[in-house]
């Protein structure tokens, strides 16, 4: 349907011509593509339960098929199940992601499932170890490092050439607002997801010539397996929401919207950043009496 804008009698003489820049506001939003994501292929790592799941499921709602993938296959049939009875598009492998034969078997399959195609890379899989730098095992940096890093990194070099071929790619790196000032999560955490903002901000340099975006989405706290022992604890939960101005511990669809946003035309111009999806935490100075 085309739309007229009234007050600018020149776009109504030729509505054909009606370009981006000129288009009205009301005409802007229903550019095909703006607010969609129909067509999209995307691959999300960590997808059967927490951010991963509800980051499938809002991409698929906005239009996208997706492929996704987790360690344990019991959790992962149960999630494609009621995909299935929901009549969602989403196709699923078992895959250690910290492991590289894993990854390369991972993107073949996502290459054959989607016929060479691939717009949309979302890094989510990783985990925690809540300890201090004496108390970690150089097994557990180890750990650490492969499954939250250096599995995005090399998922990204993977990916590469579909996403280049897609002609618009996005990649998201979900790190975590721990790699962005210091948190009681982990030293070697917050270095993963430190390295990942780092990362994020080079290959937006170097691939933006081949039309693929990348940029990280940093949680705050937010309610899934990872924070179930955290929020179990009434003091801490309650000492975290005091220093969150917004007062609330965050869920798991307040980062897929963010998630999803980056992977759509209308965040063309948006490469390289992290943006921290926490209710105010990391700008939060010291307010003694708040309340
Ligand atoms: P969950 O533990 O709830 O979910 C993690 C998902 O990742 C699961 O699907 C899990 O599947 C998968 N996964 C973990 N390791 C691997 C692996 N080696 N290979 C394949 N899949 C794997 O965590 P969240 O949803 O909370 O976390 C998602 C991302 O968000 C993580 O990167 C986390 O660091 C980040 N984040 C989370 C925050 C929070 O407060 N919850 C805060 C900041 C960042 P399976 O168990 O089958 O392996």
Redesign the pocket.
């Given at each position: 349907m085309s739309v007229v804008d009234t007050n600018r009698p020149e776009a109504a003489a030729s509505n054909e011509e009606i370009t981006a820049t000129d288009a009205s506001p009301r005409e802007k939003v229903r550019q095909p593509g703006r607010w969609s994501l129909c067509g999209k292929r995307a691959l999300v790592?960590?997808?059967?339960?927490?951010?991963?799941?509800v980051v499938v499921e809002e991409l698929v709602a906005l239009g996208a098929a997706v492929y996704t993938?987790?360690?344990?296959e019991e959790?992962?049939v149960e999630r494609l199940k009621e995909w299935q009875a929901m009549d969602l598009p989403v196709a699923r492998s078992v895959?250690?992601?910290?492991?590289h034969d894993q990854r390369e078997r991972l993107l073949r399959e996502v290459t054959d499932h989607f016929g060479g195609n691939l717009d949309i890379l979302v890094n989510?899989?990783?985990?925690?170890i809540r300890k201090s730098a004496m108390e970690h095992s150089a097994g557990e940096y180890s750990f650490l490092m492969a499954?939250?890093l250096e599995?995005a990194y090399l998922l990204c070099l993977l990916a590469h050439p579909l996403l280049k071929a897609s002609g618009s790619g996005s990649i998201i790196f979900?790190?975590?607002?721990?790699g962005v000032v210091a948190l009681f999560s982990g030293p070697i955490?917050g270095m993963t997801?430190a390295s990942l903002n780092q990362l994020a901000k080079k290959m937006a340099c170097e691939w933006a010539k081949d039309n693929i975006r990348i940029n990280s989405v940093?949680?705050?706290?937010?309610?899934?397996?990872?924070?179930e022992r955290i929020f179990s604890d009434k003091e801490l939960k309650d000492n975290i929401v005091r220093r969150t101005p917004i007062r609330r511990v965050?869920e798991?669809d307040d980062?897929s919207f963010m998630v999803v946003f980056l992977c759509m035309p209308g965040s063309s111009y948006i490469t390289g950043q992290t943006i921290p999806v926490d209710g105010g935490m990391t700008i939060n100075g010291f307010y003694p009496k708040y309340d």
């Open positions: 790592t960590g997808g059967s339960r927490g951010i991963g799941r993938c987790s360690l344990e959790e992962l895959c250690d992601v910290s492991v989510n899989a990783g985990t925690a499954t939250n599995s979900v790190s975590s607002i721990a955490y997801k940093a949680p705050g706290y937010i309610s899934t397996s990872l924070t965050g798991p980062i």
